[in-house]
């Protein structure tokens, strides 16, 4: 079911935009001190330095009470306009206030309840009805007055928010409780309570204290008092040991170093993982230590997060950035460039690569071909080249790559050179950098043409896919990317390496296989998946859950085996934990219906709508599976209400088309396909579609033109080429179709 699998990817997706108080509620009183967390002050008697460093973090700091000493705007009476609304930032008795259009577009005094960061940028929490609380859209600049900052700004200035727009500081894509919570606090329990839509959100600490990182305390600080060599771990749930007595040695031959000792885990970046990539939350038990894909779901190498070639482009947080790295593949770990407590690098400038990397050679014009004092010769400005996010918070891309302008130049990447250089060409730069040695530059990335081929439906691309994913040599975030391309284009190709994919040594290729099953018929992924409902790791073991969901009215033991009772069980909690959000109750949905819960998952699909009305897969999704069903009346009914709710979506007019189509009114039909193009014109498949259907009304040139324009921009899309074929054959056009049939796909 294609419209499940986006559901599944738009909840993967919208789980991650935004990355000391014991166990208290959102603004309410603490109770008694828990059992388990202490709280990071508890570690400062044995732990001084450390602790006065992360008192300093950013960390500290992630989320404080608004007081004045934790905010940084004014509140003097400020004033701020963004699209026709002047907000206005004040205080009144000691607390923070602001004026501005709420959940109604009506003006209304609403009360800061915290600050939310601090540097680059600060916004600020309000609180609203049900446990809610919603993340500003206006936030300060923190910056100094001199850098452009101390202002307030829009994070969304080329958007025109308005207060319907989901957007909207009050909408859910800017609430606390689920987009933010779970990465700025210690030990986040959502507590959302789907009968009353309500939360009851606590935390054990307001910021992101020690046990973030460390796990909660209680038995380390027992161990202290008795040090036993025989508890694991000094009583904490994760030893973070794998630099301990490592050392890095520069070789004087290459001025590269190597580490003393191989790593073979990654446990340090995996305590990191939760909150420095873009992923979704599956579960809310996680600790440091435990497996982050028990609790997480990560999104791969894919558009429109990052580039062809792996660069970031949305904000995506670091994680898969560094994994696809030389560095993360010769043994580097988070902790050997930041110091996990002040949250600052080791070293300031170009010391902190040479911790690795022989200066002599590398920050020498020699190599940089720059002015030594600069810009250019600065290591990161070549290698780890910044976007700004949320306006202008800087964030450095971590793939750590080698500068590449011809790949500008073949496949429309962006590249460190023409990011100072904005005046000149790629074409420029790839020459100059060629110049330099003689050669084009080669990188430790070099999946970048196969993904882009892919990305833009040429023909071959899977060939190239397939070769990646089973590549030693490619990191495994990359054969990961690599094979959920492959279910864009199923051919045989895809469906052997998924079927490879599945049994790799790697849960992101394991869970990247199981993505490509989406395109087999139901019978056919039983016996694929089933072996993952016992994976070591439960976000493997839910996918695998969910992928054979169409399969089990067909399975005649799927249901009695012990392995499907705990995935599917682990499935349906995951999405009822991130009940509070529609995506995930159209995914519970779709997934009770499959399984024979039919009543349940018409609920399910009712309280999405309620959710959010104009959420269009709670339409699409049910529509689709009444029809499997053999209640297309029903599904009718469906659809016309999400035309009244929804009436600018292309997905809905589309699947109104189809449902036309199989009501045998088909000038009806073509009406809904026409708007599905005119309101979708990026989806390839609604103008193939609407040509077909003018072709067999009889309308064969306006089927022509529509397909003309469409091969026009997709040129390698075979479908839209053998329509057209068609279409010139009925228009009696046969010396185009004869022609068209000659042309390769590819040129």
């Avoid at 206006?138 to 007055?145: E, F, G, H, L, S």
């Avoid at 027992?222 to 060599?229: E, F």
């Avoid at 290698?383 to 964030?395: I, K, L």
């Avoid at 169409?550 to 499907?564: E, Y």
Wanted: with cysteine.
């Amino acid at each position: 079911m294609a419209t499940g699998l986006a559901v599944a990817v738009l909840l993967a997706g919208a789980a991650a935009w935004y990355a000391t108080q014991r166990r208290a509620p959102a603004g309410g009183a603490a109770p008694p001190r828990s059992a388990v967390f202490l709280g990071s002050d508890s570690c400062a008697g044995c732990h001084q330095a450390e602790h006065a460093a992360w008192k300093q973090s950013q960390h500290a700091r992630a989320m404080q009470h608004a007081t004045p000493g934790s905010v940084r705007g004014n509140f003097a009476d400020a004033k701020f306009t963004y699209n026709g609304v002047t907000s206005t930032f004040l205080r009144r008795d000691g607390r923070y206030y602001v004026r501005t259009d709420g959940p109604d577009g009506v003006l209304a005094d609403f009360e800061v309840k915290f600050t939310f960061g601090v540097e680059p940028l600060q916004q600020y929490l309000v609180e609203l009805p049900g446990g809610r609380l919603q993340a500003l859209s206006i936030a300060w600049d923190t910056r100094p007055a001199a850098a452009g900052g101390e202002r307030w700004f829009h994070l969304y200035p080329q958007e025109h928010v308005g207060h319907a727009d989901e957007l909207h500081w009050s909408g859910r894509q800017q609430n606390w409780n689920f987009m933010c919570a779970d990465c700025h606090s210690v030990d986040v329990h959502k507590n959302y309570d789907a009968a009353a839509n309500r939360f009851a959100t606590t935390y054990d600490e307001i910021s992101v204290g020690c046990e973030a990182c460390h796990g909660p305390g209680s038995a380390h600080a027992d161990w202290a008092k008795h040090p036993d060599p025989s508890v694991a771990n000094q009583g904490l749930t994760v030893a973070l040991t794998e630099r301990r007595g490592v050392h890095w040695t520069i070789s004087p031959d290459t001025g590269n170093a190597t580490r003393s000792v191989a790593r073979t885990t990654d446990t340090e970046i995996q305590v990191c993982a939760p909150c420095h990539a873009r992923r979704a939350q599956i579960g809310n038990d996680y600790v440091a230590g435990k497996p982050w894909l028990d609790d997480y779901l990560p999104a791969f190498l894919t558009q429109p997060l990052y580039y062809p070639d792996g660069q970031q482009r949305d904000e995506v947080y670091i994680w898969a950035s560094f994994l696809q790295s030389r560095m993360y593949a010769h043994g580097v770990t988070c902790a050997d460039c930041h110091d996990p407590h002040s949250g600052k690098t080791r070293f300031a400038g170009d010391a902190l690569c040479g911790q690795c990397h022989s200066l002599p050679k590398y920050a020498s014009a020699t190599h940089h071909h720059h002015a030594e004092a600069g810009e250019g010769a600065r290591c990161v400005s070549c290698h780890m080249p910044a976007t700004p996010y949320m306006q202008v918070d800087a964030r450095r891309d971590h793939s750590i790559r080698i500068p590449r302008p011809d790949e500008s130049v073949a496949l429309g990447t962006p590249n460190a050179c023409n990011r100072c250089h904005a005046e000149r060409s790629a074409a420029w730069a790839a020459d100059t950098v060629k110049s330099w040695s003689g050669k084009a530059a080669q990188g430790f990335q070099d999946f970048g043409a196969a993904f882009a081929a892919a990305d833009a439906g040429l023909p071959g691309a899977n060939t190239a896919l397939a070769a990646l994913a089973t590549a030693a040599r490619e990191p495994a975030i990359v054969r990961a990317s690599a094979i959920t391309r492959l279910a864009a284009a199923p051919d045989e190709a895809s469906a052997a390496s998924a079927a490879q994919a599945l049994t790799d040594a790697s849960p992101l290729v394991r869970l990247a296989g199981l993505s490509v099953l989406d395109v087999l018929p139901p019978q056919e992924r039983e016996a694929l998946a089933r072996p993952l409902l016992s994976d070591q790791f439960r976000s493997v073991r839910i996918e695998a859950a969910r992928v054979l969901a169409p399969a089990f009215a067909a399975s005649a033991t799927l249901a009695a085996d012990p392995a499907w009772q705990r995935a599917q069980a682990e499935y349906v909690a995951s999405q009822s934990y991130n009940a509070d959000r529609p995506e995930a109750r159209v995914a519970l949905a779709s997934f009770l219906a499959w399984t024979g819960h039919e009543a349940e998952a018409a609920q399910q699909f009712a309280a999405a709508r309620t959710l959010d009305p104009k959420f269009t897969p709670a339409y699409v999704n049910e529509a689709d599976l009444l029809r499997a069903r053999g209640e297309d009346a029903k599904a009718g009914d469906v659809l016309r209400s999400g035309l009244r709710a929804v009436p600018e979506d292309a997905a809905i007019h589309y699947a109104a088309a189809l449902w036309l189509v199989r009501q045998h009114d088909r000038a009806a039909a073509l009406q809904e396909l026409a708007h599905a193009v005119q309101l979708g014109p990026q989806v390839p498949r609604y103008a193939q579609v609407y040509g077909i259907a003018l072709d067999e009304l009889g309308q064969h040139a306006q089927a022509v033109r529509v397909l003309e324009q469409a091969l026009h921009r997709w040129p390698h899309d075979g479908a839209i080429r053998a329509a057209l074929a068609a279409a010139y054959h009925d228009n009696g056009q046969e010396a185009a179709a004869a022609q068209l049939s000659r042309v390769p796909e590819g040129r």
